[in-house]
């Protein structure tokens, strides 16, 4: 089963760190990166600069209008007015069935703000105990996951031990 998680981190830059570490445990085989996508937001900037990566061994899971909707409803929405706006909101709902609803997009909006920058990646096959050992150290600080809210609480308490 894929899991997608969103994490943010404290610096325009930390997302782009944290993809290149989990495409070293990718090639180590202790990850698989289905897909991907980062948003970096740096000071004094009006919107964030998103990116899917398409470097990726194998096709995109999500594709480019995937990432595009979702961005587009977390991100700039709130820039483009309400008659825009309700058009995406009727999109939005279709989204919720796999767990993008409008509390995760009103998180994802408050939480990823100018000075940070965040990473969404879609996993499988992931080896928790090493990949949480290589990852802790990257500040990251986690969003929102599809994982169950048993497996979502060990995850939050693994990160929580080291800030």
């Given at each position: 089963?894929?899991?997608?998680?969103?994490?943010?981190?404290?610096?325009?830059?930390?997302?782009?760190?944290?993809?290149?570490?989990?495409?070293r445990m990718q090639k180590q085989s202790l990850i698989a990166v289905?897909?991907?996508?980062?948003?970096?937001?740096?000071?004094?900037?009006?919107?964030?600069?998103?990116?899917?990566?398409?470097?990726?061994?194998?096709?995109?899971?999500?594709g480019g209008s995937f990432w595009g909707l979702?961005?587009?409803?977390?991100?700039?929405?709130?820039?483009?007015?309400?008659?825009?706006?309700?058009?995406m909101g009727a999109l939005a709902g279709s989204m919720a069935d796999v767990g993008i609803d409008d509390e995760f997009i009103r998180g994802v909006r408050d939480n990823v703000?100018?000075?940070t920058s965040a990473l969404f990646v879609m996993t499988s096959n992931a080896v928790e105990d090493k990949v949480l050992e290589q990852f802790k150290g990257s500040g990251a600080s986690l969003l929102s996951t599809n994982l169950s809210h048993e497996q979502e609480a060990r995850l939050r308490e693994a990160f929580a031990e080291t800030e």
């Open positions: 089963m894929a899991t997608l998680t969103v994490w943010k981190f404290d610096s325009p830059d930390g997302a782009e760190k944290a993809l290149e570490l989990l495409q289905n897909d991907a996508a980062t948003v970096t937001w740096p000071m004094g900037r009006k919107k964030p600069k998103t990116q899917q990566l398409r470097s990726l061994a194998g096709a995109a899971a999500l979702l961005f587009g409803l977390i991100f700039f929405v709130p820039l483009l007015g309400l008659a825009v706006g309700a058009a703000t100018p000075g």
